[in-house]
């Protein structure tokens, strides 16, 4: 069993800051990548930032997030950060974590996804 558990989301003023994190834990053989998505009322879930477990293609981030969030990821505690700064109202959303790996007891990646975490920034 996989789990992957995100924390971190709340409430702020527009310009402020937030720093979400998500925790995969569970029978993991290997961690491939992992990002942040994120779903506002009525939208479709989108892209936020994403990053290479070990090495690969580094992080990548929508335009629209691009110099003020910041994915990081510790790998030794399988946990992923994105680090929100300059936030607006536009980025309220329910974020959710999202993995590709390889769990134990089956021969290929598949994605998980968290629960989500709400993210409500006030004008």
């Known amino acids: 069993q996989v789990q992957l558990v995100e924390s971190g989301g709340g409430l702020v003023q527009a310009g402020g800051s937030l720093r979400l994190s998500c925790v995969a834990s569970?029978?993991?053989?290997?961690?491939?990548?992992m990002g942040w998505y994120r779903q506002a009322p009525g939208k479709q879930r989108e892209l936020v930032a994403t990053i290479s477990w070990n090495g690969g293609i580094g992080a990548r981030y929508a335009d629209s997030v691009q110099g003020r969030f910041t994915i990081s990821k510790d790998n030794g505690k399988n946990t992923l950060y994105l680090q929100m700064s300059s936030l607006k109202p536009e980025d309220t959303a329910v974020y959710y974590c999202?993995?590709?790996?390889?769990?134990?007891?089956?021969?290929?990646?598949?994605?998980?996804w968290g629960q989500g975490t709400q993210v409500t920034v006030s004008s």
């Open positions: 569970g029978m993991i053989v290997s961690i491939n990548s």
């Open positions: 999202h993995a590709e790996l390889l769990p134990y007891g089956l021969g290929y990646n598949r994605d998980y």
